[in-house]
């Protein structure tokens, strides 16, 4: 009998997939169903960008590149954090990467062990949990709650910090519910943050062009007094349409960025070529693009709100940012809300994630993504709530 490594028997995984493989084969069955599991944008990657990734592959870019990533697209990525944030990023700290999920998997790596600590929002992307005990190290959960309006508390998180903290991440715009934490609890936060100069922070930043209302989104970049110990996670996957092409970029503080180089050559090696050309392309090219998807994401996230305020025992807060509704349903009266999930993609024909994929301070709570459009976000609202109400479903 085979003998695995313990620590990958405490790997979990993001339950969206496992969503998205059920609605697929009940699909495949015949069946009608609406996924509003999945979160990914839902238009294709601008054509500007498709046409330098081409142009690469026809100019021979085939090889290997530095396993950071070529100079000019951490130059350009540098030059987009200064234009839109007027941060000021050495383009020998940015590191380029095979998507958003190697820099958690790299930051935590470095800094989870046995013995550690490392806070993480809950609920939050189920992958830092996952990687946080796959090193051995403790993971703390950051409650975030409906009722401050699913930002991070300042003097909550702060108050969770021992001496055995090695990291904390924070997440805004925020995965699964859409929350925007104001600038001025992230000021408190960094302030809070001088008594405690053994915490390093990991900002996931990937929903940061998608901030609704008029609100602004405030990077962790532009705090100065942290930035020898702050790590941000970013890429084009979410603002440009690019899940498929697999790339991301962090950037690093200078102490730890040679680890996380050889980190580098020892794991991925590179990402290809070709894509990081089309990242370049996407950089500094048009943004209309992107405008038009945060419009249209905006007015889907009202037709969303508004039709699940109007179901029987659901309430919605309006989400500040990324395209995720996080509505509340412990007034169904349906029973824990991964049953709920369960039964509305079985019976209703309607894809969703259960709050608890998420963390313990999910439940009560469904995940949709809007990142569909308006007749399939009609279709499945309409169908929920014919469910909801007993009615035949479909």
Same mark, same amino acid.
């Given at each position: 009998m085979l003998t695995t490594v313990a620590a990958f028997?405490?790997?979990?995984?993001?339950?969206?997939?496992? !969503?998205? +493989?059920?609605?697929?084969?009940?699909?495949?069955?015949?069946?009608?169903? !609406?996924?509003?599991? &999945?979160?990914?944008?839902?238009?294709p990657t601008p054509p500007h960008i498709v046409e330098a990734a &081409?142009?690469?592959?026809?100019?021979?870019? $085939?090889?290997?590149?530095?396993?950071?990533?070529?100079?000019?697209?951490?130059?350009? !990525? +540098? =030059?987009?954090?200064?234009?839109r944030h007027g941060v000021e990023v050495d383009p020998g700290l940015v590191l380029i990467v095979p998507g958003g999920k190697v820099t958690m998997y790299a930051a935590i790596r470095l800094f989870g062990e046995p013995g550690a600590e490392i806070l993480y929002p809950d609920p939050g992307f189920p992958i830092y949990r996952s990687m946080i005990e796959h090193t051995g190290a403790t993971a703390v959960p950051v409650p975030?709650?409906?009722?401050?309006?699913?930002?991070?508390?300042?003097?909550?998180?702060?108050?969770?910090?021992?001496? =055995?903290? =090695?990291?904390? &991440?924070?997440?805004?715009?925020?995965?699964?519910?859409?929350? /925007?934490?104001?600038?001025?609890?992230?000021?408190?936060? !960094?302030?809070?943050? +001088?008594? $405690?100069? $053994?915490v390093a922070v990991m900002s996931?930043?990937?929903?940061?062009?998608?901030?609704?209302?008029?609100? +602004? $989104?405030?990077?962790?970049?532009?705090?100065?007094? &942290?930035?020898?110990?702050?790590?941000?996670?970013n890429g084009w996957s979410k603002t440009y349409a690019m899940t498929g092409w697999?790339?991301?970029?962090? /950037?690093?503080?200078?102490?730890?960025?040679?680890?996380?180089?050889?980190?580098?050559v020892n794991c991925w090696s590179c990402v290809n070529a070709p894509t990081q050309y089309a990242g370049i392309a996407a950089l500094d090219g048009p943004q209309d693009a992107v405008a038009a998807m945060l419009a249209e994401f905006d007015a889907?996230?009202?037709?969303?709100?508004?039709?699940?305020? =109007?179901?029987?025992?659901?309430?919605?807060?309006?989400?500040?940012?990324a395209f995720y509704a996080f509505p509340n349903v412990a007034g169904t009266g349906r029973g824990p809300a991964k049953a709920l999930a369960a039964a509305l993609l079985e019976q209703a024909g309607v894809a969703v994630i259960g709050g608890p994929d998420f963390g313990i301070h999910g439940e009560g709570y469904l995940r949709l993504s809007y990142a569909t459009s308006r007749e399939n976000i009609a279709k499945a609202l309409a169908r929920m709530g014919d469910f909801l109400a007993g009615r035949k479903a479909a």
């Open positions: 028997d405490r790997i979990g995984e993001e339950n969206a997939f496992a !969503v998205l +493989a059920r609605a697929t084969a009940l699909a495949a069955e015949g069946r009608d169903i !609406v996924n509003l599991g &999945i979160g990914q944008p839902d238009f &081409i142009k690469a592959l026809r100019d021979g870019q $085939h090889g290997y590149t530095p396993s950071v990533g070529i100079a000019p697209l951490r130059e350009a !990525v +540098a =030059r987009d954090l200064n234009r975030i709650r409906e009722a401050n309006g699913f930002a991070f508390s300042a003097e909550e998180t702060l108050s969770l910090i021992t001496p =055995r903290t =090695r990291l904390l &991440i924070i997440n805004s715009p925020a995965n699964p519910t859409g929350g /925007v934490t104001p600038k001025a609890e992230i000021d408190r936060l !960094v302030a809070g943050l +001088a008594a $405690h100069p $053994h996931d930043e990937i929903y940061d062009q998608f901030v609704f209302d008029g609100q +602004a $989104h405030t990077t962790l970049l532009a705090y100065p007094e &942290i930035r020898d110990r702050l790590i941000l996670l697999r790339l991301g970029y962090s /950037v690093w503080p200078q102490p730890l960025y040679d680890k996380v180089r050889k980190l580098a889907r996230g009202g037709i969303v709100v508004d039709g699940l305020n =109007r179901l029987p025992g659901v309430s919605c807060a309006t989400p500040g940012g």
